[in-house]
Structures are given as structure tokens and as C-alpha cells.
């Protein structure tokens, strides 16, 4: 080849280098409902100036029919024109003046609706699109996004999942009560709390219900929790709590270095006969993800958006992750929960002293003991009144100490800072709850332990529980296995140095199973882990949970730079 024709071929490589550079890409992004005949596809345009645009569109299925395109308010100014023969569709705009886009940003909304159901499709064709600057073509690529819309959910109504959530745990307590037959064998090896959580899961993955579309598990997490770590820390005796000695905390870090290690181990052993599932590159680096999973495993949702601040992963990817984080989670804390139940050989096996967390329980059921009394409505009433005003006063400190903080701590606010916990509510939720309960340990209001408080804060606690289950489809576990074999195997390592650290100190399961579970489950379930426990045990739950808060960035952070090193490497 003559040096005139490499340098021609030089040149049109230049030339088609710099239009690739330029072409933008037209986004039709996933539905934004995916239980309901109703929704809209949302779509953008990257960085780009034009003066109008034309998009002839149709849909994949006649049930499909785009019923308005609802423009943004920032192009009001320029002139839109919609227009639909049977399943095909125009939609035109222009201005007089261009219109820049510096970063990718909505044009409109397709409103649509269909009667038939459709999972992870193509919903919309684009037979063509073309933008211009004045009279200049510009290249514009096209990207759609698959969507799954109208999905079956057979109850919707909040009233109607509360009522099926509360057969679900009346139905395991009417059994659990038997004394013989197959229940009493049945309930002999599965604890009755295990049940309360697996009946709702199997309600979600058969699509009787779906915490998609129902916000019980919402108002059981911001009220009932709440509630019920006041009643069940309203009769506590705080220097018992602190006589649990050291190997609460030891079990509790045991649990955070079990996920710091546990992510770049994971990565090595899967990518020895699978290095495709812990590859990537760039923001699409399967590390980067991970690193999302260690801010909720050590911390909670705060510090796992904070990871997801800090490395940038993918969005389009982040998904993949929310399910690991849900599906393996879920699958671990049912086997604490199971665990629970032969505690007492789990302890045997461990050379476990109970010496301090027996003493515990004792003293509260010795002065449960010495108070009780059969309730009155007075004393049912004033039990409710004290949790729920504690709720509320809990819901304005919070929210006054979250936002004062944001406003006025950089490191608060920024998304993407160690001390962004400090600006959850949630967090705050939880610890002002907790105070609250303990304060009121301190007075007359610990002798309505007698009426029951800590009974009707256990009842909070099993509505949540279910509200939990709820979360759990079964069926997901078989949807991403790469990632869900990475989860597993991370949350193996956690669980084998928990045991290992318990063996060695002579650790209880409680302490093993709460420490855990402050790391992976947060606030809103090492409660409900300690007290099935003893209720007595749900403030130790809190404490550590809240403290997970606090450390979980930190060590995501370390976990997180692991996992590069070994990814690289």
C-alpha cells in the first residue's frame, strides 16, 4: 500500500472516529410501573443541540397503545405534534431557537396502557428518528430498554395484604400452639418464626402479593419497628444489657470483617472457573457493584447508596445487585432464624457460656413476674400511647436532626462521605427510639411490663417479620445465579468466621446470630433476630444495628478497594 493510500485510510479513520464520537443515542427507558395497566416510558436524549425532531415509532404488540406524549417543561416553548394511525406513531417538535442539552435529559413521556402482561421486552419499535440543527442531520443512535409491565399481583389493596399477612401469622401461632400431632413434630425441627417470615414469601412468589405494590412493609418499618423497641426496651435494666460483656462486640466486628473479606475471597474463588462473572470494566466493573453489597451488609441503605455514590456503578446494572442484596440476605437470615430453634445444641457444640444473657432474662422475667397483672383497657391504652407518642417524637428528631445536619455538614450531605448515615432518618428513627425506650426504663412506665408492653411489642415485631417475607421472591433465586453464587459464597466466609470466632471464645449463637444480622440485616431486622431470642434481648439488636450505621461506610470502603485489587490483579 503507497503512503498516499495509508494516509487516506489515516484520515478516514479520523473522519469516522470523530462522527462515532458525536453520534448521541435516543434512550426509551424502562417502564416506570411494572404492576399496572397504566404506565409511561420515560425518554431522553444525550448531549445534544438541535431545532426539531421527528420519531415514527410503533409498538411490538396491538394491545400496547401510546395514548399521549406528555413533553418536558423545559422544551414548553417549541411546538409538539402527536399523531397515531392504528399501532404506528408520529411524534414531531420543533423550535425556532436550538435547544442544548449538555448532559442526557428527558423530551417526553409516553403514556400507554395495555391489557396483556409482558416481562423484561421490547415494548416500543422505532422505525425512524431523525433530529436537526437548522437543515443539519444529525446522527442519533437508539437504544430501548426492555420493560415488564402489568405484571400479575392478584391483591393490591393494602387492607387485603395486611389481612393476608395476619392469617399468615395467626395460622403459624394456632399451630405452634399444638402439643402433639404433626404440628408439635413440625414445629420440633422449624421455628414458628421462620414460618412467619417464609408464608408471606411464598404469598409474593406465587403473586398472591407484592411489596412492589404495597407499602406494609414501609409502615411496619417506620412505625411498628419504632414501637415496638420502646415496649420491649420499656422494662430493660441497662446495666444487665452492659454485663453482656465484650463478646457482643467481638461478634458484631467478627460479622464486619466477615463481609470486608468475604467479597474479595468470593471474587477469587469465582473467578477461577468463571472469571466472565467478576469481570467488566469501568463503571461496569462487577467490583463496583459489590462494593454496593458491603455499605448494605455492614451498614444499611444509606451507606450502600453511598458506595454507589462513591464507585459510580452502573445504574442500568445496580439492579442485578438490589436482587443479590435481597435474595441472599433473605436466605441468610432464614437460616438464623432456623438456627434459633436448636439453639441450645448450637451452644452445646460452641461451649457457649449464657451465664450474662440468662441473668438477663431472668431479672426481666423475675420482675415481669412480680408486676404482672391482667390488663386493663387503661393500661392497653396507656402501653400504645407510650409507643406511639414515642413514634412520633422519634419522626421529629429525626427528621430536625437529619436535615439540620445535611444543611449544614458537607460531609453529611454528600452522598458519597463515611458520615452520610448521619443524614438518614432512618438512623435516626431507630436511635431515637431506643433512647426514648431506655429513658422510660427509668420510671414508673417500666411497670406496665406487667400489662403486657413487651407482649404488644412482640406483635409489632411478627408484622414486620411478615412484612420482611413479603420482600423475598423465591423464584428470583434462579434469575442471575453468576451473582447470586458470588453472594453466597461471600456470605459463606461471613458465616464460617462468625463460627470460627464463636468456637474460639465460647461465643452464644445469640451473640453470633445478632452480630450478624446488625451487619447484613440493619435496624430493621437484628431486633426482630434478638428477640426471638427473649424480647427482652431486641434493645442488644438495636444497639448494634445502630452502630453498623455508623462504622458501615468505612468498612465498605476497605472492603470495596480488596475487591479492586484482587478484580485487577
Known sequence: ???????????????????????????????????????????????????????????????????????????????????????????????????????????FDLKLNTSNRFSDENLIVINESNFYNQSDLLSVNNQIKPSSVNKFVLFKNDAIVFGLLMLALGFVFYTESKKDGFWSKFYKYIPGLLMCYMIPAIFNSLGLISADVSQTYYIASRYLLPASLVLLT?????????????????????????????????????????????????????????????????????????????????QELYGGMVLVDIVVANIWMAVLLLGIGKREKIDNWL????????????KVQTFSEKIIRIPSLTDLMMILTFAFVAVGIAHYGADVISTYLSNNFVAVSDPRSALSSFGSQFFWLISISTLIGILLSFTKAKNYEGAGASKVGSVFIYILVATIGMKMDLGKIFENPGLILIGLVWMGIHAGLLILIAKLIKAPYFFLAVGSQANVGGAASAPVVAAAFHPSLATVGALLAVFGYVVGTYGALLCAELMRIVSVG
Do not use: C
Open 351 to 362: 461451649k457457649a457460656d449464657n451465664t450474662a444473657i440468662n441473668a438477663l432474662q431472668e
Open 234 to 314: 420499656i422494662s430493660i435494666d441497662l446495666k444487665a444489657v452492659f454485663n453482656l460483656g465484650w463478646k457482643a462486640l467481638v461478634m458484631f466486628f467478627t460479622g464486619t470483617i466477615g463481609i470486608v473479606i468475604g467479597g474479595p475471597i468470593a471474587i477469587l474463588i469465582i473467578s477461577t472457573f468463571s472469571p466472565e462473572t467478576v469481570g467488566g470494566a469501568g463503571f461496569d466493573a462487577v467490583w463496583r457493584g459489590l462494593a454496593t453489597l458491603a455499605g448494605s451488609w455492614i451498614g444499611g441503605g444509606a451507606n450502600q447508596a453511598a458506595m454507589l455514590e462513591i464507585y459510580g456503578f452502573n
Open 1 to 107: 500500500m503507497s503512503h498516499f493510500h495509508k494516509l487516506l485510510v489515516f484520515l478516514g479513520l479520523i473522519i469516522i472516529t470523530t462522527f462515532s464520537a458525536k453520534a448521541q443515542t435516543l434512550t426509551f427507558d424502562k417502564a416506570n410501573e411494572s404492576y399496572s395497566e397504566n404506565f409511561d416510558i420515560p425518554v431522553s436524549v444525550d448531549s445534544i443541540s438541535f431545532s426539531r425532531f421527528q420519531i415514527n415509532l410503533s409498538t411490538n404488540d396491538p394491545s400496547i397503545i401510546v395514548n399521549q406524549v406528555v413533553l418536558n417543561k423545559k422544551f414548553s416553548k417549541g411546538t409538539l405534534q402527536f399523531a397515531a394511525t392504528g399501532s404506528n406513531y408520529t411524534i414531531e417538535y420543533s423550535s425556532e431557537t436550538p435547544i442544548s442539552i449538555l448532559k442526557r435529559e428527558k423530551l
